[in-house]
Structure formats: C-alpha cells, structure tokens
C-alpha cells in the first residue's frame, strides 16, 4: 500500500519518497491519501479469514429468479451450517467433505460428495478454502475505482474476478470487501444463465460456536439422494 500527501495549500514539492508519498513545504493542509492495489486487498482478506475461527451473519442468497433468506454459521476448518427462514426449515449443511441440502417440503435430503468441480458463491465466498480457491482460480481487479465506494450504509471495495481457465462454475464474479476485509456480497452468472448473488449482513466474530450444530441429522421421514447437481 502506497500513500500520497496532497498539499491543498502554498505548495512546493520537496520531493517523491521511496513509499511514493509527495512532501510540500509551509502547506497550510496536508491530506493524506492510500493508494491501495487488488494484492493489498486479496492479502486483507487472507489476513482476515485467518484470524477468524467462526462467525454468524445473517444472509440473503438470490438464485435466479428465486430468493432465501436466513443464517449462516461458520466455523473452521470448512464448516459451514445455513439454516433458512425462506424457504422454511430448509438447511444446507457440510463438513468440508460432504454437502447436505434438506429440503422438508419434498422430504428429501442431497448428499453432494465435496469436489473440484463443486462450484456455489455460497462455498467459495463463506470459508477460508473457498477463498484459497479463489485466489488459485481467478484473476482480481477493482471494478472501477481502486478506492473504497459506497456499499448500503458502509464503505467497501468492489473487485471484479475473471476464471484464469476455462472450467465449470462461475466464469465472472463481482465482489464486495469491507474496509476489514469481510466479504459483503458476491455476485455471478452460473453455466446456465442464472444471476446468484449472496449478501452477508450482521457479521459476528469469533462467538465460539460448538462443532455439534455442524453435525447434520437425516430426519427419518427423509429420502436420502446422492451425488446429483443441485443448482444451488
């Protein structure tokens, strides 16, 4: 991260420093202004998820034409426990190795066997693998200006990420980080046509949340189906 000194008054260069800061002699008002690229914003993200062992949010996941809505737990390493107001009593559930969706309506419950073509802005958005396969995967820049935009009633930087190499999944994303590196929102456009997005809202950190909420129950009522394509 860089840093530029912009003299709004009785300017005279003094010269550039090594950290690209401009210095002014008798300036009345010195403002000082972060130069910041994609790599210190992907390195704040890393720094971030590293430094957190679990977390709570509230979310609001747009599939299409369809809307969810509900919480989100998180808890490392790749736990992950989303429990639905909308639709009601849905959950998604996985351990990092297996993905449960639960669907009481239908009485069914998919079990997704975890893999390199699994691809869902839920999974690459919510955990520190996720985010580690974003890096490997695809290309950062910002979308527009480098400097942080408005984002609801906070600040955040807005990155646009390219698949480095053709391959399932998302071929553009959009995201938003915050100014402390959480992310905000994600957004992409699935093989298939359908607009995702996925907002993270009331983020709690570090609530020490018990491993036995991740550990998912098939209720007896329910048809287990294995390792079909869920467009989730």
Do not use: C
């Amino acid at each position: 991260m860089f840093k530029i000194l912009l003299i709004t008054a009785g300017i005279l260069t003094a010269g550039i420093s090594f950290s690209a800061s401009l210095f002014a002699q008798d300036a009345d008002t010195v403002e000082i202004i972060d130069i910041v690229t994609v790599n210190d914003v992907k390195q704040l993200m890393a720094d971030t998820f590293e430094n957190v062992e679990d977390y709570i949010a509230d979310i609001d996941w747009i599939n299409g034409s369809a809307t969810y809505r509900g919480t989100i737990y998180y808890k490392k390493a790749n736990k992950v426990l989303v429990e639905f107001e909308e639709p009601e009593d849905q959950i998604i559930s996985t351990d990092g190795v297996f993905l449960y969706i639960y669907i009481p309506y239908l009485k069914v419950v998919v079990q997704q066997s975890l893999g390199v073509d699994t691809e869902s802005t839920l999974l690459t958005s919510t955990s520190e693998t996720g985010l580690t396969k974003l890096f490997d995967e695809y290309s950062f820049t910002f979308y527009g200006s480098s400097s942080l935009q408005p984002f609801g009633n906070t600040m955040a930087y807005h990155l646009k990420l390219n698949q480095k190499r053709p391959k399932v999944g998302f071929r553009q994303m959009d995201m938003w980080v915050s100014r402390n590196g959480y992310i905000l929102q994600s957004n992409g456009t699935s093989p298939n046509g359908l607009d995702v997005s996925l907002t993270f809202t009331n983020i709690r950190i570090n609530t020490e949340l018990p491993d036995y909420i991740f550990e998912f129950e098939v209720p007896t009522d329910a048809q287990i189906i294995r390792n079909i394509i869920v467009p989730f």
